[in-house]
């Protein structure tokens, strides 16, 4: 009997291309389709079959998005982009009403991971945080480096560190709600996380990030770190969070590791932790499937990664909005 038929949104991020990559080394014997709304996306020709898509912030997007799920036969949904999250988790009912699962967080979950003041207040009293302060008087402010960010936002974007009083007056001008953290100068982690259907945290995986470009591990080791897995595990259950998630952490100047922020979905660098023997997007599908999953202890490696390219074929198709 084949396999399931698997949608990978983001086709063009290095977490798309991670999950398919582990689904095939996981030899995965089901049909993957990938989308993006761009055509020059790698993971639309790692694909089975890619189509483009309107962005996720067009109003045609969902629409368009599901007539394909439809037409393709889709039955499962893997996470990989932090953009389109949100319109398949506010539609969890419409897609499992058409025998598809999303493997998703419910979209308050999302929410809070999202809006950064929201996430600071909800993870008080379960995990170290950083000093935070939302939009203060720069008067107010003392003790330099300082981490400036957006109250809502995805990764490193509009993310900067100022060293003096100027630097962060001119941060904080504008319009968008910021806010000012403690800057943390010691070893960074992301912690893949795998949670059930039901909001169980089931297993934590640590990686140091040994280099990073453009916020993505280029050189990553999986260390045994049980303090920072049951914090995550923690983390993973207090949010509600259901499937495969990533976390960041950085240790500060006395080596506590700080949590600075939570993905709901498959993370840029999740095929180091498939390497590591930890298979999330297979184990994500067995979760789907019903199966008892037995995910294994890590193994500890270091993996380095590096630019790979392929002569695109004609095969992706456009999706009408």
């Known amino acids: 009997m084949a396999g399931p038929t698997v949608l990978i949104p983001g086709a063009g991020g290095p977490a798309a291309v991670g999950a ?3 689904l095939r080394r996981a030899g995965f014997d089901g049909r993957i389709v990938a989308t993006d709304a761009s055509k020059r996306s790698a993971g639309l020709h790692l694909a089975d079959e890619g189509y483009t898509v309107p962005r996720a912030d067009d109003e045609a997007f969902f629409d368009a998005a599901f007539d394909l799920i439809v037409n393709e036969g889709v039955d499962v949904i893997l996470p990989t982009s932090g953009f389109d999250i949100e319109p398949y988790a506010r539609h ?20 809070t991971c999202t809006d950064k003041a929201a996430f600071d207040e909800a993870m008080r009293g379960v995990a170290p945080l950083p000093e935070t302060h939302v939009d203060p008087d720069p008067r107010d402010v003392s003790g330099f480096p300082r981490f400036v960010k957006p109250v809502r936002g995805k990764g490193s974007e509009g993310a900067t560190v100022v060293h003096d009083r100027a630097d962060l007056e001119l941060a904080l001008r504008g319009d968008d709600r910021m806010l000012v953290q403690e800057y943390l100068p010691g070893t960074e982690y992301t912690v893949d996380v795998l949670s059930d259907l039901h909001g169980n945290a089931l297993r934590a995986v640590p990686r140091e990030r040994l280099a990073t470009k453009g916020g993505i591990s280029t050189a990553g080791q999986v260390v045994h770190d049980e303090d920072l897995s049951r914090t995550c595990r923690r983390v993973a259950e207090s949010l509600g969070l259901a499937g495969p998630t990533c976390m960041q952490f950085k240790r500060d100047d006395d080596g506590t590791a700080k949590l600075i922020d939570v993905n709901p979905r498959l993370g840029g660098g999740t095929v180091i932790t498939t390497f590591a023997g930890v298979n999330l997007p297979r184990h994500s599908l067995e979760l789907v499937a019903g199966v008892d999953v037995d995910v294994p202890e890590p193994k500890e490696v270091t993996v380095l990664r590096y630019w790979d390219q392929f002569v695109a074929g004609e095969g992706t198709e456009e999706v009408d909005a």
């Not at 969890?92 to 929410?111: K, M």
């Open 92 to 111: 969890r009912d419409q897609l499992r009403a058409a025998g598809v699962v999303p493997v998703i967080s419910p979209p308050e979950s999302i929410d």
């Open 20 to 22: 398919i990559q582990s």
